[in-house]
């Protein structure tokens, strides 16, 4: 099952916590290397897909940090697809800045391997850097859900994630800001198909009986796409025209 945690909870489990040795980087397929020790963004409503491929990816504790509407909307046999509930702690915060708060915190964990933090609006170039800090002291890969609107911010990379319209793939994720890599866009399908654990608060009880010997297998695979052609700038009206 999921574990929940408050607040208040987080600083002592952070403290206890330990992980072993980990790469620099996790690779997914072929559309980037999510580098350690670096915040990354997720826009679109995808993100949390990508979420979960990181951590399919991965062997260390997940911390997903959001307010009720989020940290509770994640189910344990929506997270059995890509890997083990119990990899899984759940933070409840009040609002936005709680949310930050506990990021912080949890990024500074030597325990936690990735942290993802939902948030309607992306952190600010203040806020980036401060939790940039924190990711580079504990080592932890963090990944912001962004609902509403991006802000100027130090995250490494920025992803805008769909589902994908083409037939054979599950999403499309657009890389629109990379620090070390060139912008690309990548058609992405996952084995077993997510559709058996997506939507994340939709899927009944009754279609998985997670066991708790289950050791998920979840792959990726991914194939660039071309990028969207930019819309041509119509002509310019004098004011008052």
């Known amino acids: ?34 580098e350690l020790g670096r915040i990354h963004e997720a826009m679109g409503p995808s993100g949390a897909s990508l979420a979960l491929a990181l951590a399919s990816q991965m062997q260390g504790k997940v911390l997903w940090i959001g307010e009720p509407r989020h940290a509770r909307a994640l189910r344990a046999q929506s997270c059995e697809a890509f890997a083990r509930a119990d990899r899984f702690i759940l933070i409840q915060t009040a609002n936005r800045g709680e949310t930050l708060w506990a990021g912080e915190e949890a990024m500074r964990c030597k325990g936690a391997e990735l942290v993802v933090l939902h948030v309607a609006l992306g952190p600010d170039l203040f806020e980036s850097r401060r939790l940039q800090i924190a990711a580079q002291v504990g080592g932890t890969l963090g990944l912001i859900l962004i609902g509403r609107r991006a802000q100027s911010s130090a995250a490494q990379s920025r992803w805008s994630c769909q589902p994908s319209p083409h037939e054979g793939a599950d999403w499309v994720w657009r890389s629109t800001k990379n620090r070390r890599a060139r912008p690309g866009a990548w058609r992405v399908s996952g084995d077993p198909p997510p559709a058996q654990a997506y939507p994340l608060d939709l899927l009944p009880t009754s279609l998985t009986n997670a066991h708790p010997d289950h050791v998920p297998a979840f792959t990726l695979q991914t194939a660039p796409c071309p990028l969207p052609a930019a819309t041509p700038a119509g002509p310019l009206v004098p004011a008052g025209g």
């Open 1 to 34: 099952m999921l574990e929940q945690v408050d607040k208040t909870a987080l600083k002592k489990l952070c403290d206890r916590a330990s992980r072993s040795h980990q790469p620099d980087s996790i690779p997914l397929g072929t559309a980037s290397d999510f």
